[in-house]
Every structure is written in structure tokens, then in C-alpha cells.
């Protein structure tokens, strides 16, 4: 009898050591080198933020998250065969965190045939939103709705000259599409609409234009390194036309890419001030950023760490064996989830999340100020 209970002893501490090395796969492509390598690192830096601690206490459900990252160099073609990789070779039972408009539509079949669904894609394309993608969970607001409201803040401060620059993909004429909304209700033209190729940015031909246009403000719908060499170019023919982007670029990497051109350029953000600890997302984010030697929470860390928060209640939801199907079920039940001061909510004919929008100003000190 000894030895029997000793033996089932035995068993349930293997049973044990099991259930704490089992792991939940989740599956992420994003261009971690390219163009909009610093914002994507800072974004998974903060969601890493979250699941570590997560895993630290144990994981969901008495299993730890186990993030499998691959580098898609910010090409959509290679976003897809990565998804492809993670699916069907990992069998991953979500994907997570991709970054760009035509990334992310890339791999929409791949979560359609398999059932997989993808929460929290860093992108605020409205093709992502409205019909709704059955399997795309969005954590953040539409590139629509940050366009329009850097318009209309542009306009409340007295600035009639406006100019478009947009990349020539969906991403862009997304962006342009929100601009044109806010033109329309302030009465306004854009006096220089241009974009440029998205692949092989060259804005040569464009700076002279936009110098011409004697524009006062530049709303520039474009990713990291095309803002910067496009600003640098503007410069350069003599425009002094204020520079305004969208979220994508709310990260400390691409204040730095901007090195002396940084000062006074307007972001749009979709999470509250990193720094305002009213909210209790943002308070708890900088406690485990500080608990890791981390001197700071950037805006594309919020990001990411909100939805990290969102894919690890949605894995606690789906039960003890989260399947691709009960996540998806978990998700689309998941009403006013209170990710720390901001509501988050899902159902079967609305994916959306967010509609939280701010504008900041990057200062002197490289920092964004609201």
C-alpha cells in the first residue's frame, strides 16, 4: 500500500511538472528589421512586459504563453508564409500583435481556412474593422479616426493650409481617406495631395511641390524611415510646414530616427499619456517596466501591453485547453472588459475594441507631450 501511494505520488508529481512546462503557442509576424523596426520592437517589448508577469504566476489556466516571433522584414508576402509557418507548422492557437495594413490582410486567409483568430494587429486600418473580419480582434482605434482629429485639432489652431503625403498602399489611403473627412467639416482643400511609392520611397520629386504649396502643416501617412527621409527632404527644398503623423509612429525609435528634426512634430496616439498613472494600465505597466530595469513606457509599449491584456483574458476565457475555436467564442462573448481605465468589448458583428484618440507633440527632450 506504501509503495502504491507512493507510486501515484510519483505520477501526479509528473502529471504536475507537465501541466507547468505545458505551453500555450501564440503565433507573431512583424517587420522587427525594416522600416519599422524600433516601433515593433518597443510594441512586443510591451507586450513581453505583461506575459512575462502573466507567466510568472503561473500562466493561464496553469499554463505558461509562449510567444513564437518571426521577422517578416515589414514585406507582406513574407508575413504570410510566416503566418503560414505558425499555423500549420507550430499550430500556434492565435496570432497576435502583426504590424501594417497589407501584412495584416496578407495572412486573412490563412485565419479564415484555419480558424485562427489574430487579436491586437498594430494597425488601425478600417478594412480591418468595417465589414467585419470574423477573425481579427482589434485593440486600438482606426488610422480614419486619428486622421480626422489631427485635422480638426490642426484647424482649431488657425492652420487653413494643409497638405497630404501618403504611402501608396491601403495603410495610405486609409489615412487620406480620415484626413479628407476632417477637411470636408472644416471647409477645407488639402493644398498638395501626393504619394509615393511605398517600396522605393523617393520624395525628390515630391519636396518642390510641397515647398510651392507653401503648406503650414504636412499630414504625412506614412511608416518610420519614410517620414523621416521625407521631413529631411521638405526641409531641405525650404518648407517650414509643421509635420504630423499617426500612431504607427508613436515610438521613442522614431523620435531618435529623427534626430535634429524631432522637436515639435505631432503623433496621434490611441492609449492615454504613457506617463499619466491615473490609468490603472498605464500605472501598472510602468511597475513591471521599473520591476524589469526599464526606465520608461513608451507609447507603442502601451500598445502592446494592452493587447497582451486582452489575449490573456481571452485565453482565460477559452478554458483550461484554449482551442482556436474557444478562443474565438471567448473573444466574441467578451463584453466591457476593463483593461485598466479603458473599456474593451467584442461581439459577432463588431471586432473593433478601441476608439480612444489623442494627439501629442514631441519636445525638446525626445519625449512625447500631450
Known amino acids: 500500500m506504501k509503495k502504491l501511494n507512493m507510486w501515484c505520488g510519483t505520477i501526479l508529481l509528473a502529471a504536475m511538472s507537465h501541466a507547468c512546462q505545458a505551453q500555450i503557442l501564440i503565433g507573431q509576424t512583424a517587420g522587427f528589421t525594416g522600416a519599422v523596426g524600433a516601433g515593433v520592437k518597443e510594441t512586443t517589448e510591451g507586450a513581453k512586459l505583461y506575459l512575462d508577469a502573466t507567466n510568472a504566476k503561473g500562466g493561464v489556466n496553469g499554463q505558461k504563453i509562449e510567444l513564437i516571433s518571426l521577422d517578416d522584414k515589414f514585406d507582406p508576402k513574407l508575413a504570410a508564409e510566416n503566418a503560414r509557418k505558425l499555423i500549420e507548422e507550430q499550430n500556434v492557437v492565435a496570432m497576435f500583435l502583426t504590424r501594417g495594413t497589407p501584412h495584416t490582410e496578407a495572412i486573412i486567409p490563412l485565419l479564415d481556412q484555419y480558424g485562427v483568430p489574430l487579436i491586437g494587429p498594430s494597425t488601425g486600418a478600417m478594412v480591418l474593422h468595417q465589414p467585419v473580419k470574423k477573425h481579427i480582434f482589434n485593440v486600438r482605434a482606426t488610422y480614419q479616426r486619428e486622421a480626422e482629429k489631427a485635422i480638426t485639432h ?54 518642390p511641390k510641397i ?24 526641409r531641405a527644398a525650404g518648407s517650414a510646414a509643421q509635420i504630423v503623423t499617426l500612431s504607427n509612429n508613436a515610438s521613442i525609435g522614431f523620435v531618435k530616427s529623427l534626430g535634429d528634426n524631432a522637436r515639435g512634430v505631432i503623433v496621434t496616439q490611441v492609449f492615454p499619456y504613457e506617463r499619466s498613472i491615473a490609468y490603472p494600465m498605464v500605472k501598472e505597466a510602468q511597475d ?32 483550461a485547453k484554449p482551442t482556436r475555436e474557444k478562443i ?43
Open 211 to 234: 515647398y510651392q504649396s507653401n503648406a503650414q502643416a504636412i499630414l504625412m501617412v506614412a511608416s518610420g524611415q519614410a517620414v523621416v527621409d521625407g521631413m529631411k527632404a521638405f
Open 288 to 319: 513591471l517596466a521599473k520591476a524589469k530595469g526599464q526606465s520608461e513606457v513608451t507609447p507603442a509599449m502601451l500598445e502592446g501591453f494592452a493587447a497582451a491584456k486582452v489575449l490573456v483574458e481571452g485565453l482565460r476565457r477559452a478554458g
Open 154 to 207: 490642426l484647424h482649431s489652431m488657425g492652420i487653413t493650409r494643409i497638405g497630404i503625403v501618403y504611402a501608396d498602399d491601403s495603410f495610405g489611403a486609409d489615412g487620406v481617406a480620415g484626413a479628407q473627412k476632417g477637411l470636408e467639416t472644416a471647409k477645407l482643400k488639402p493644398v498638395v495631395l501626393e504619394k509615393f511609392n511605398r517600396a522605393k520611397p523617393d520624395f525628390a520629386p515630391l519636396a
Open 328 to 370: 474565438q467564442t471567448a473573444l466574441e462573448g467578451m463584453r466591457k472588459l476593463d483593461i485598466g481605465g479603458l473599456e474593451v468589448g467584442y461581439s459577432s458583428e463588431d471586432h473593433s475594441g478601441l476608439d480612444f484618440a489623442d494627439l501629442s507633440i514631441i519636445g525638446a527632450d525626445g519625449k512625447f507631450k500631450r
